[in-house]
């Protein structure tokens, strides 16, 4: 997971609207070529021969100038030095590599072993591609990353909408105390996809840079509350105890999840320590959480305190105001709060179960 969140911060440093991929689409237009290493140390140094000290603020033009020349520049990670050029990189040649071309193959093995980002532009191909540790990524054309984004988002758009129905239908069901393995399985199954969706256009909008602002927004639209939705199904419905750590275990399980295996309820269930294919139809009992976190100006502690109280949502639903009261830090205003909260939700969510 470390080296894909490296992987997309450099993507940001490289995307449209910076320097150094203004400097980029000058090699590109000019078919010369390069090959450029971001950082520099101990690792670097000792697989550097010749070359020339520049140690100059980095500029677009410069870049393309100096990719004249034979040899490879070298940047500081900030993108704001040039320190070398015209460097002969010499990495470890047993450092198994699948690239052909002299250039792209240094690129591959500098990066793998340095662990530092390594871009080459090819001069025949006419591509940008980037190198970091095992991964490999070609920089394409905006219009074509539009295009890719657009069809995402039409995606993104029809998941949302199927994920906000089963999510009403569970909380109907939650009222009526008629939950099963299979309904909670659903509802996170569709967080997930949603998810995954929007993690895959995020890195549309890094490789965007500063014309993926609209996508962005979109994006923000679209996914509002998805995150913590994840954790308060989970937290509804995870045996045991409520421990952080515990939550966040099996969130990373689900997160784990083969692409190929979400479509899968019974393996959604397994993940979430909740049942399997052989149990979805057994019953479940929310806690509560899912339901009070749309009660407005109700602090989380207020909530922990309530749900350790009652224990599970039905025997919530059925206290009184004075039964709320008796939980520390709940006062008659904000019983009061609570208990129409609940009886407007329950209320609703039964009419857009049947009407």
Same mark, same amino acid.
């Given at each position: 997971?470390?080296?894909?969140?490296?992987?997309?911060?450099? *993507?940001?440093? +490289?995307?449209?609207?910076?320097?150094?991929?203004?400097?980029?689409?000058?090699?590109?237009?000019?078919?010369?070529?390069?090959?450029?290493? +971001?950082?520099?140390?101990?690792?670097?140094?000792?697989?550097?021969?010749?070359?020339?000290?520049?140690?100059?603020?980095?500029?677009?033009?410069?870049?393309?100038?100096?990719?004249?020349?034979?040899?490879?520049?070298?940047?500081?990670?900030?993108?704001?030095?040039?320190?070398?050029?015209?460097?002969?990189?010499?990495?470890?040649?047993?450092?198994?590599?699948?690239?052909?071309?002299?250039?792209?193959?240094?690129?591959?093995?500098?990066?793998?072993?340095?662990?530092?980002?390594?871009?080459?532009?090819?001069?025949?191909?006419?591509?940008?591609?980037?190198?970091?540790?095992?991964?490999?990524?070609?920089?394409?054309?905006?219009?074509?990353?539009?295009?890719?984004?657009?069809?995402?988002?039409?995606?993104?758009?029809?998941?949302?909408?199927?994920?906000?129905?089963?999510?009403?239908?569970?909380?109907?069901?939650?009222?009526?105390?008629?939950?099963?393995?299979?309904?909670?399985?659903?509802?996170?199954?569709?967080?997930?996809?949603?998810?995954?969706?929007?993690?895959?256009?995020?890195?549309?909008?890094?490789? *965007?840079?500063?014309?993926?602002?609209? *996508?962005?927004?979109?994006?923000?639209? *679209?996914?509002?509350?998805?995150?913590?939705?994840?954790?308060?199904?989970?937290?509804?419905?995870?045996?045991?105890?409520?421990?952080?750590?515990?939550?966040?275990?099996?969130?990373?399980?689900?997160?784990?999840?083969?692409?190929?295996?979400? +479509?899968?309820?019974?393996?959604?269930?397994?993940?979430?320590?909740?049942?399997?294919?052989?149990?979805?139809?057994?019953?479940?009992?929310?806690?509560?959480?899912?339901?009070?976190?749309?009660?407005?100006?109700?602090?989380?502690?207020?909530?922990?305190?309530?749900?350790?109280?009652?224990?599970?949502?039905?025997?919530?639903?059925?206290?009184?105001?004075?039964?709320?009261?008796?939980?520390?830090?709940?006062?008659?205003?904000?019983?009061?709060?609570?208990?129409?909260?609940?009886?407007?939700?329950?209320?609703?969510?039964?009419?857009?179960?049947? +009407?």
């Amino acid at each position: 997971m470390a080296a894909k969140n490296d992987l997309r911060s450099t *993507l940001a440093t +490289v995307a449209p609207g910076t320097d150094l991929r203004e400097g980029l689409e000058r090699i590109l237009r000019g078919r010369t070529g390069a090959l450029i290493v +971001v950082g520099q140390d101990s690792l670097v140094d000792s697989i550097s021969s010749g070359g020339f000290v520049l140690d100059v603020p980095f500029t677009a033009t410069g870049l393309r100038e100096l990719a004249k020349m034979d040899g490879a520049i070298i940047v500081d990670a900030g993108i704001e030095r040039i320190l070398r050029a015209g460097v002969h990189l010499m990495p470890d040649p047993t450092i198994r590599t699948e690239e052909t071309g002299t250039r792209h193959r240094t690129a591959d093995r500098v990066a793998r072993q340095t662990g530092l980002p390594v871009i080459s532009v090819s001069a025949s191909m006419h591509i940008i591609a980037l190198y970091l540790d095992e991964h490999r990524h070609v920089m394409e054309d905006a219009g074509a990353i539009i295009g890719r984004a657009n069809q995402a988002i039409a995606t993104l758009e029809r998941y949302r909408h199927r994920l906000d129905e089963v999510t009403e239908a569970l909380s109907a069901l939650e009222i009526e105390d008629l939950v099963t393995v299979r309904d909670v399985a659903a509802v996170a199954q569709r967080l997930e996809m949603v998810s995954r969706i929007a993690a895959e256009i995020e890195t549309y909008v890094l490789e *965007l840079g500063t014309d993926g602002r609209l *996508l962005a927004l979109q994006l923000e639209e *679209l996914i509002g509350g998805v995150d913590s939705d994840r954790e308060l199904l989970v937290r509804d419905y995870m045996p045991g105890g409520r421990r952080r750590r515990t939550v966040e275990s099996l969130l990373a399980d689900l997160a784990a999840i083969d692409s190929s295996a979400l +479509v899968e309820l019974g393996v959604m269930a397994q993940a979430m320590r909740i049942g399997a294919d052989t149990s979805l139809d057994s019953p479940l009992a929310p806690r509560g959480y899912r339901l009070l976190s749309r009660i407005p100006r109700l602090p989380g502690t207020v909530v922990e305190r309530i749900i350790t109280h009652f224990g599970t949502l039905q025997k919530l639903l059925g206290a009184s105001v004075d039964d709320l009261q008796a939980v520390d830090g709940v006062g008659e205003l904000r019983a009061r709060g609570v208990r129409e909260g609940l009886s407007r939700l329950a209320e609703s969510s039964i009419l857009e179960r049947y +009407v």
